[in-house]
Every structure is written in structure tokens, then in C-alpha cells.
């Protein structure tokens, strides 16, 4: 306790928000006023259309396109606050900004009554290469999943691999050259010769929500999805904090 109010006092933090000096006890990187202006979303969407839909019918208009029946996204990635906390997360790696990003993700599920739907679920995070993954320190899917996962009650499998180096979506704004960066950059993990996890059965009746921070184009999921459902699983979702 006396080291951290030394380093408080060497090291002054301050709200990403509003700029203002935080108080020692406050643990978060984001003031309780500035956090309270991330506005949740309302309700479940079709990545495609935008369409609220019900779950687990999907949009039947859009279903044939996607391999995903719908994306959970707690917030707008438009909102300054929000779009400084992934920033700083992603590309500062500060670790400890899994927890109130987590919490935005949590809150949300539970004001849109998606507790139960989400139940019995299994979070698989989207992978990193091993030299992002080192370079930052953490993949910041796993990261975000397991603390969902421990509220929802619900296991984080890693059942991904990324197989090939992409140019980071972020940095690209045409939808059909974000599709073509990402097409084949993931494949099952080597470590699954059968899609059966001994503690969980079989994955491929399994209900499966991919996470990650960011959904702009919904490329990501999109091809980490279609990997999937190559594979045998039928119903997947993507479960996001913030939508682009």
C-alpha cells in the first residue's frame, strides 16, 4: 500500500478522459465520470445489416452471408473515451484497462437481459501472432475473455491459431481490402486433432462467441467464423466492446 501512494506521488496518473489527476485509491485508468459517459448499446445486431435481431433465430436475410448469427457489441467505438482506453490497451499494453473494458462488455449483457442467452457458452478469444503477442506482451482477446468468462461463468478455450502476419485492420479503411488482409490468417489450433475438449464434450454442438475489442467491418470474426463452421460448429457469435 505505502509503495503504491509513493509511486502515485513520483508517478501522478491521470484520467485518459478528462486529463485530471487520479486519486490513489481509484484503481482504473478512466475517472467514475468520464466512465459513466461510455453509453451502452441496445440490443444484438447483424454485423451485415446492422438489423437488430433475437437470438439464436439470427437475421434470416443476412444468414446465408455470414457464417456469424450475430454480434454483441457493448458500445461505439466512436466514443473518445472508449476508443483512448483501446488504444492505450492495444498499442500502450496497459494490462490493467482489461478490467473496465470488461466491465462495459458485462454491463452491458446484463442491462440487455443476455446472461442466460450467453450461458453455456464457449469464448474463444481471436488469436494473435507469436511476434504481436510478444511485441505487446498479452493478447488482449484472451485478456478481455477470461474476465467475461469468469462472470458468464464460461470456459476460454483457445481454439484458434493465427497462421499468417497481417497488416493491422485499424489501418485500413476499404472493407474489401480489410477482407483480402485477413482471408486465410487463421486455422484450428494444432493442439485440437478432434474438436473435443474432454471437461466440455463435444465443441462442435457447442455454442461459440469469438472476442475481441474491435468490430469495424466484422472481417475478423467474419473469416475466424468461417474457419469454424468449416469445422463443424453451427451457432457463432461475436462478442466485442466496441462496434467501429
Not at 484497462?97 to 450467453?118: G, R, S
Given at each position: 500500500m505505502l509503495k503504491k501512494i509513493l509511486l502515485d506521488l513520483i508517478f501522478?496518473?491521470?484520467?485518459?478522459?478528462c486529463e485530471k489527476e487520479m486519486a490513489s485509491k481509484q484503481s482504473m485508468l478512466v475517472c467514475d465520470a468520464c466512465f459513466g459517459k461510455i453509453a451502452l448499446n441496445s440490443g444484438v445486431?447483424?454485423?451485415?445489416?446492422?438489423?437488430?435481431?433475437?437470438?439464436?433465430?439470427?437475421?434470416?436475410?443476412?444468414?446465408?452471408?455470414?457464417p456469424l448469427r450475430g454480434l454483441f457489441a457493448a458500445s461505439q467505438y466512436?466514443?473518445?473515451?472508449?476508443?483512448?482506453?483501446?488504444?492505450?490497451?492495444?498499442?500502450?499494453?496497459?494490462?490493467?484497462?482489461?478490467?473496465?473494458?470488461?466491465?462495459?462488455?458485462?454491463?452491458?449483457?446484463?442491462?440487455?437481459?443476455?446472461?442466460?442467452?450467453?450461458?453455456?457458452?464457449?469464448l474463444v478469444p481471436i488469436p494473435l501472432t507469436l511476434k504481436r503477442k510478444i511485441?505487446?506482451?498479452?493478447?488482449?482477446?484472451?485478456?478481455?475473455?477470461?474476465?467475461?468468462?469468469?462472470?458468464?461463468?464460461c470456459p476460454v478455450i483457445n481454439l484458434l491459431k493465427r497462421k499468417k502476419f497481417t497488416s493491422p485492420q485499424a489501418?485500413?479503411?476499404?472493407?474489401?481490402?480489410?477482407?483480402?488482409?485477413?482471408?486465410?490468417?487463421?486455422?484450428?489450433?494444432?493442439?485440437?486433432?478432434?474438436l473435443r475438449i474432454d471437461s466440455f464434450g463435444d465443441l462442435r454442438n457447442m455454442k461459440v462467441v469469438l472476442v475481441d475489442d474491435v468490430s469495424t467491418s466484422g472481417a475478423t470474426l467474419e473469416e475466424a467464423a468461417m474457419v469454424l463452421k468449416q469445422a463443424g460448429i453451427k451457432e457463432i457469435y461475436g462478442l466485442v466492446v466496441a462496434k467501429g
Open positions: 501522478p496518473r491521470y484520467c485518459l478522459g445486431q447483424c454485423h451485415i445489416c446492422g438489423s437488430r435481431i433475437s437470438v439464436p433465430e439470427g437475421h434470416k436475410k443476412c444468414y446465408k452471408k455470414t466512436e466514443n473518445p473515451i472508449l476508443k483512448e482506453m483501446i488504444r492505450q490497451f492495444k498499442y500502450q499494453s496497459i494490462e490493467s484497462l482489461k478490467k473496465p473494458l470488461a466491465e462495459l462488455v458485462i454491463a452491458y449483457v446484463a442491462k440487455e437481459f443476455l446472461i442466460d442467452k450467453l450461458s453455456n457458452s464457449v511485441n505487446r506482451g498479452f493478447n488482449q482477446s484472451e485478456l478481455l475473455a477470461k474476465e467475461i468468462g469468469k462472470f458468464l461463468n489501418e485500413i479503411s476499404d472493407w474489401q481490402q480489410r477482407k483480402e488482409n485477413i482471408s486465410g490468417a487463421f486455422c484450428l489450433s494444432p493442439k485440437l486433432s478432434i
